[in-house]
C-alpha cells in the first residue's frame, strides 16, 4: 500500500505569542494541515507525537483537537521522533489501524527557556563529570572525528555557513546575516572545538503532518500527495559513553533499510534535510547515509556541495542553524522536503533525523 | 535482594577500585547493568578515546573526556593537569571517591591509534 503525506503545515514560529502552550502549537499546526487537505479532526483516527515539553503529547494532541482516535502513539526518539511516527503511522495505516494519522509537534523552548523545556535525563556515571549536555557529545564526535579523519574547524564551519546562504534566501529564516567562516571561528568557544555558531537555535515552533493512503487522498481529491518511499529508524545507545564509535552513527542502518524499501540510492536523492543540531552532524551523515566515504564528509561540505547551487542542497531552508529550531527539528525537516518536492520540481527528497546525543537516527525518503 | 550495580560500583569505589562488568564472553561492559555480568576491577590504565573542554559561561573550562581502560570498556571521566591529546596513555588517579586521570608518566611517549569500531 502507497501513503501519502497528504497536507504539511508549521504552527507559528520564532518566538510565539505569549503564553502560548506546546498543545496550541500542534493544534494549530495540525489545523492547517487538515485545513489543506479538506479535514476536520473530527476525520482523524491515528495520533502521534511528542514534545520534550509533553510526555503524553498525543494524548494532549487528541484533547486539544477533541479527537478520540483508535490508534495514539507518543514514542519519543528525540529530535528525528517526527520521523519515526512517520514510519510508524504508515505502518499503522498498511496494516488498517488507523485511516487518517496526524502527527504534530510543538515547542515553546525559547519562551520559556531550554532548561525547562528540556530536562536532560543524566547517565549515573556521566554526571560527576558534568558534561554540558548535549553539547559536550556532540563536541567529543566532532574531536574524535578530527583525530582519525584529519577533519578541520574550517569544515565544521562550512556547514553552518552553507546554511546561512540557505537561510539567505528564505524571508521566514530566523537569522539571514551573512555569516563567514572566520565569523564561525571567532565565535565563543562553548565546547572545545566547536563555538556558538556551530550550534543550532533557540527557537519555538511547531508542524504537522496528514497521512492516509494514496487511494484514500484521490478519493478526496488530494492528488499532491507526496509518497513515502521508504522509511526506517534506529538506535545505538542512549548515553555518549556506550555508543560503540563515536564517529559511526546508525544512521547507516536507518539510511540503508530506508534505500532499500524504496529502491533507490543516493544517486536518486535531488536534496537532503540532514539533522544540523551542531556542524558536525550533517558530516556523520553525509557519511553514514552512504553519500560519501567515511571521513570525507568534511571535504564534501567544504566543497560547497550543500550550499544553494551545489550538488546536493542540503537543509534549503536554513536548516536548525539559521531556519529555526524548535527543540526535535525532525517535523521541520520533513515540511521542508514536502515544500521541496511540490514546489521546487524535486523528484526524491531525504530527510535524516537524528535524536539525543547520536543516539537515534530515523531516515525518510520521499517522493512525488 | 541482589545489590544494584551503582552500590556495586561505589563500594568499589570507596577504596579506590574502579569496578566493571564482563558478559559470559568475557568482553567488558560499562555502563554496569543487571543480568548475569560478573565484576572485575581494572588496572586503571587507558588511553584518552576522545575529549573536549567545556566553557560554561561564568565558570572555568574544565576537562571532559572519554577513555578506553585497557580492559576493553569505555568511560567518561577528567583529566587532570596539563590538557592532553587523543590518544594519549593515562593512568587513574582518585579524588574524593571520583576517579580522573592523569598522562601516565610511565608511556607518555606512546599514543594509541585509532580505535577499531
Known sequence: MSVVIAGAAESDLGQVAPGTTPEDLMAQASLRALAACGLTPADVDGLFAASTQLPWASVSLGQALRTRPRYSDSTQLGGGSALAHLHHARTAIAAGACDVALIAYGSTQRSVGRAAASVQERDLYEAPYRPPLPIAAYALAAARHMHEFGTTPKQLAAVAVSARAWAQGNERAWVREELTVDDVLAAPRVCDPLGVRDCCLVTDGGGALVLMAEERAHALGLTEGVRVLGVAEAHSHRHITAMPSLVHTAASESGARAFAEAGLGVGDVDSAQLYDAFTITPILFLEDLGFCAKGDGGPLAESGALAPGGVLPTNTNGGGLSYQHPGMNGMLMLIEAVRRLREEGDEVALVHGNGGVLSTQCTAILGR | ?117
Open chain 2, 1 to 117: 535482594m541482589e545489590p544494584s550495580p551503582a552500590a556495586v560500583v561505589a563500594e568499589h569505589a570507596a577504596h579506590g577500585r574502579l569496578a566493571f562488568q564482563r558478559d559470559r564472553e568475557g568482553r567488558a561492559v560499562w555502563p554496569p547493568r543487571v543480568g548475569g555480568f560478573t565484576w572485575a576491577v581494572s588496572a586503571g590504565r587507558g588511553a584518552v578515546y576522545a575529549s573536549t573542554t567545556a566553557r560554561p559561561r561564568g565558570e572555568e573550562p574544565y576537562d571532559v573526556s572519554l577513555i578506553d581502560l585497557d580492559e576493553g570498556f569505555r568511560i567518561m571521566s577528567r583529566v587532570v593537569g596539563a590538557p592532553v591529546a587523543i590518544g594519549t596513555r593515562v593512568r587513574a588517579v582518585w579524588q574524593d571517591g571520583l576517579v580522573l586521570f592523569e598522562a601516565d608518566p610511565d608511556r607518555s611517549a606512546e599514543v594509541a591509534g585509532p580505535s577499531p569500531r
